[in-house]
């Protein structure tokens, strides 16, 4: 069965500080895309990086980028100069090619403090 | 561009009434269609989806069902509501492949009494 797991519940930086959010997951497949969704206390689900598995080069979106691991299964999540608004609960899923299924992880809740 | 409605933003019920939430998606055409649950402090269980109109697959048995009566019209639906029917209700679309990104609505917050 394939599964996520973040095993971070909770974590919270200073602003201006770089953070990494940790995420493993459990597929014996070999073609699948990840993904890292945040929501915030508004509570709509905001996509925030999307990773192809048979890339090698980590994907990056401005303050936000991964490092991904495939043979570790292994897919962290790392913000720069992190901002008040970047406090939300982070999500970490995958889904494999031929699969409608986005599998979730439990979410972290990261908190950026003034 | 693309967006996506969902209403109501907050629904309080009683055990056993029926329930209708609605999520329409402008902007494209032939959209994937998703209904997700999410407990509190917790990730996300996928309900339903649909490919196309009338196509509906179920992921989870319980006592909801799914319509997508239009190509972007998609409907949660209820006949008795249960306790365990609380929570937060999230409608999503796609296009193209199951990998394309999902973009979500606001989400509707069911509470049952």
């Known amino acids: 069965a394939q599964t996520v797991t973040q095993s971070q519940p909770e974590m919270s930086v200073q602003e201006a500080e770089t953070v990494t959010l940790s995420c493993t997951y459990d597929?014996?497949?070999?073609?699948?895309?990840l993904f890292w969704y945040k929501q915030p206390p508004s509570r709509q689900m905001i996509l925030v990086i999307r990773?192809?598995?048979?890339k090698q080069q980590n994907a990056t979106e401005n303050r936000f980028s991964v490092n991904f691991q495939k043979a570790a299964k292994s897919f962290s999540l790392k913000i720069s100069d992190s901002q008040l608004g970047d406090t939300a609960m982070y999500f970490c899923?995958?889904?494999?090619?031929?699969?409608?299924?986005?599998?979730w992880g439990a979410g972290t809740k990261l908190i950026i403090k003034p | 561009s693309q967006t996506i409605h969902q209403w109501p933003a907050t629904l309080v019920q009683p055990v056993g009434s029926p329930l209708s939430l609605e999520c329409t998606v402008e902007?494209?055409?032939?959209?994937?269609l998703y209904w997700y649950r999410q407990a509190a402090g917790r990730g996300l269980q996928l309900l339903f989806y649909?490919?196309?109109?009338?196509?509906i697959s179920s992921e989870v048995p319980q006592n909801l069902s799914a319509s997508r009566p239009q190509d972007r019209q998609f409907i949660l639906s209820s006949k008795k509501l249960l306790l365990s029917d609380s929570g937060f209700y999230l409608c999503?679309?796609?296009?193209?492949?199951?990998?394309?990104?999902?973009?979500f609505g606001d989400g509707t917050r069911l509470s049952i009494l």
């Open positions: 902007g494209t055409s032939n959209p994937n």
């Open positions: 899923a995958f889904i494999l090619d031929s699969n409608y299924q986005l599998i």
């Open positions: 649909s490919v196309g109109i009338g196509q």
């Open positions: 597929t014996s497949e070999n073609n699948y895309y």
């Open positions: 990773q192809e598995a048979y």
């Open positions: 999503a679309w796609s296009v193209g492949t199951p990998n394309r990104p999902q973009h």
